[in-house]
């Protein structure tokens, strides 16, 4: 029973997480009139989810959803708009560090133990994956990350 109970759990969870993805056909169904205004090719990229030099920043946040994280950089040209796109990987460090705990001997008196454990130190990293620069409402410049 026990055993039933947490993979009805596990498969509650992730349908709840799979409800939270944004793909390109839930933000068009969310904007579909956006979408209609686009030509018949561009509609067909932003469906595949691909961005290319010259989109509009609708076409963009259609396809691949909004930004990360955006910034704003003056040129003599303008104002420029950069559109980043983060990803996230665990990195897990196994180190070694100096464990006390106390425990009873034989003749029922306290004592203190010392010991070496191995601890996992893991972090989170972020990383851009795509960066997208826009001049005059258009893309410009796309940097997209090779591994």
């Not at 056909?25 to 205004?37: D, L, Q, T, Y």
């Not at 955006?70 to 040209?77: C, G, K, L, S």
Request: charged share 30%; net charge positive.
């Amino acid at each position: 029973m026990k055993k039933f109970i947490v993979h009805f759990l596990m498969v509650a969870v992730l349908c709840g997480m799979a409800g939270c993805v944004s793909t390109p056909a839930r933000r068009i169904e969310k904007e579909p009139g956006v979408f209609a205004s686009f030509p018949p090719e561009i509609q067909a990229r932003v469906q595949k989810g691909e961005v290319d030099i010259g989109f509009t920043r609708d076409m963009v946040r259609l396809a691949v959803g909004r930004p990360d994280r955006v910034h704003a950089r003056t040129t003599e040209t303008g104002q420029v708009e950069i559109w980043i796109y983060m990803g996230s990987r665990y990195i897990s460090r196994y180190e070694p560090m100096d464990s006390g705990y106390w425990y009873r001997d034989r003749a029922g008196r306290m004592r203190r133990a010392y010991d070496t454990v191995w601890v996992d130190r893991g972090y989170s990293e972020e990383f851009p994956t795509l960066r997208l620069e826009f001049l005059d409402n258009k893309v410009k410049v796309i940097e997209r990350l090779k591994r």
